[in-house]
């Protein structure tokens, strides 16, 4: 019977308290490549796991000129339900003609031989 009494207060607690929450608490942000770009969609294979991550991108979404596919950059995004992300804010950390660059001299450092 206590437990019955108390659900009301306990609710009122718990909506509050999501009323006092900042409306960034649930934004994330992550680092990445981006593997492919279209309308609608942000595809970034993600730094810390690896794995191919798509984002919902929309007319809110703040996107930097010259994003292509090899770029380097960091999202800040939102969930949208159990399996989905909309991203919130990309910046570019590096484009991808600059990636294709540095990859291109690590390759060419790797095999020319040490003296």
């Known amino acids: ?6 659900l009301p207060f306990v609710l009122a607690v718990i909506a509050v308290g999501a009323l006092l929450l900042p409306a960034d ?3 994330i942000t992550t680092t990445g490549t981006v593997v492919s770009t279209s309308s609608g ?16 991108v929309d007319k809110t ?11 380097r950059v960091s999202v800040v995004y939102h969930p949208t339900g159990a399996t989905g992300q909309a991203a ?10 600059a990636a294709r660059r540095s990859t291109a001299r690590e390759k060419t450092a790797a095999a020319s031989p040490k003296p």
């Open 1 to 6: 019977m206590r437990i019955r009494a108390a």
């Open 88 to 97: 919130d804010r990309v910046t570019l950390l590096s484009g991808a003609a």
């Open 61 to 71: 979404t703040d996107l930097p000129a010259g994003l292509a596919a090899g770029s």
């Open 25 to 27: 608490a649930a934004e």
């Open 41 to 56: 969609k942000l595809v970034v294979k993600i730094d810390d796991h690896g794995h191919k991550i798509p984002f919902v």
